[in-house]
């Protein structure tokens, strides 16, 4: 079986990494948005960041564009506007605190180690050099093959294709290779229409399983279950 992994918030945690540094982003700026307490100002950088990466994902406007219009949204609402090259100045400052940030989350060394011996891949949105240069620097980059990245193929999940092209470079059917991701539909069930055994991880311990896919509350569940569907 080959046993395929979303990346961000479920081998690294974006979440964690991307507050951080909005936090420390607003406290740089905090004359400018002196009107919006350090939290709201996290929520409204996440609401960006989260609207503009999926038009991104999509296709629909560049990586380079997602980031400078974030960055023009953001200044708007404290009454100032910035030129692209201040916007790509201003998101490299962000961009710096973000990769000081980055980390796998605590199950996940055990989960490789225990799957050692399989096959293991990626397929993550996002742009193709920054999620490998996530992959190496976290020190996995080795552990995956394939690793497919939307904006180098032009298909992000949850279209249907990005599954199958996966399936297809790891030679192997839908039905042999199963994929875990954090989200329940864009990731687990999405994996699951095309044929993959898709699995949704549940961090939060909080939902009730969905009947439809597999759930675990924790990557070191992950093994056991591959072994169970072998």
Not at 44 to 66: P, S
Not at 123 to 129: D, M, T, V, Y
């Amino acid at each position: 079986m080959v046993v395929f992994f979303d990346l961000d918030d479920t081998l690294m945690d974006y979440t964690a990494a991307m507050r951080t540094a909005a936090r420390l982003f607003w406290a740089d700026h905090l004359r400018l948005f002196a009107d919006l307490s350090m939290e709201t100002f996290v929520q409204r950088w996440e609401a960006l960041a989260n609207a503009y990466g999926k038009l991104a994902a999509r296709g629909e406007i560049t990586w380079t564009d997602q980031r400078r219009r974030r960055m023009r949204d953001l200044f708007a609402m404290a009454g100032r506007s910035v030129t692209d090259a201040q916007a790509d100045h201003e998101f490299n400052r962000y961009f710096a605190y973000y990769k000081a940030n980055w980390a796998m989350f605590p199950d996940v060394p055990g989960c490789l180690d225990a799957l050692a011996g399989r096959r293991l891949g990626i397929i993550s949105n996002g742009e193709a050099g920054q999620q490998q240069r996530k992959l190496e620097a976290l020190g996995i980059g080795d552990r995956f093959d394939p690793v497919i990245v939307s904006a180098e193929i032009g298909l992000a999940k949850p279209d249907p294709a990005i599954f199958r092209y996966a399936c297809r470079l790891a030679a192997a059917e839908p039905e042999a290779c199963l994929f875990v991701g954090d989200q329940l539909a864009g990731d687990a069930r999405a994996a699951a229409a095309v044929g993959l055994r898709g699995v949704w991880l549940d961090r939060s311990g909080q939902a009730r399983p969905p009947g439809d896919v597999e759930m675990i509350h924790s990557l070191a569940d992950l093994p056991p279950l591959v072994e169970e569907m072998t």
